[in-house]
């Protein structure tokens, strides 16, 4: 386990490749799982309850999973699905478990901000940056793309899934 850990780190640093994974259907439902449930922890703090966060992250994660399928069917590489869609959950699932240690410094409420939670603001929007990069790295290897465009289409993958699980699962305010 400890071996795909650092496989999938060394993925998000961009110094290994998807199709460098074994096409397992067991290994991309692992996968899956594992995100799922990461997934869920990190955003129970903002959906208040962790029910709510685990269909949000399933949702997230099976829109992760569509639009590699689609992106695979549009570039005519659908044999690419299994190692690809296992590549960018893992990647998924590495930048949330580095997220996490920033999630406990921020702070419940706006007014009780602190320089710690300001660092930690910041270095959350790097990791969600870094997501964007190594999913794009992900999809230039599996799409043939220039990483430029890996880069956009995971940027448009990241938006889509935010304005849908907004949609369905955030409350509105007063």
Do not use: K
């Amino acid at each position: 386990m400890l071996s795909l850990f650092r496989f999938f780190l060394q993925l998000c640093l961009l110094r290994t490749r998807p199709q460098d994974l074994p096409s397992s259907e067991v290994l991309l439902g692992l996968t899956a799982a594992v995100n799922v449930v990461i997934g869920a922890v990190v955003v129970t703090p903002t959906l208040g309850s962790p029910m709510t966060a685990l269909m949000a992250s399933l949702l997230d994660t099976l829109v992760l999973g569509g639009a590699v399928w689609l992106l695979l069917r549009f570039r005519d590489h659908p044999a690419r699905f299994v190692q690809t869609a296992t590549a960018a959950l893992g990647v998924s699932a590495v930048i949330a478990v580095l997220s996490l240690p920033l999630q406990w410094m921020l702070p419940a409420d706006a007014e009780s901000v602190t320089g710690t939670a300001e660092a930690a603001s910041l270095l959350f929007l790097v990791l969600i940056i870094w997501l964007q990069v190594a999913l794009g790295h992900v999809l230039r290897h599996a799409l043939d793309v220039s990483l430029a465009l890996g880069i956009g289409l995971a940027f448009l993958y990241s938006m889509i899934s935010g304005v849908v699980i907004q949609s369905l699962f955030m409350v509105p305010g007063p």
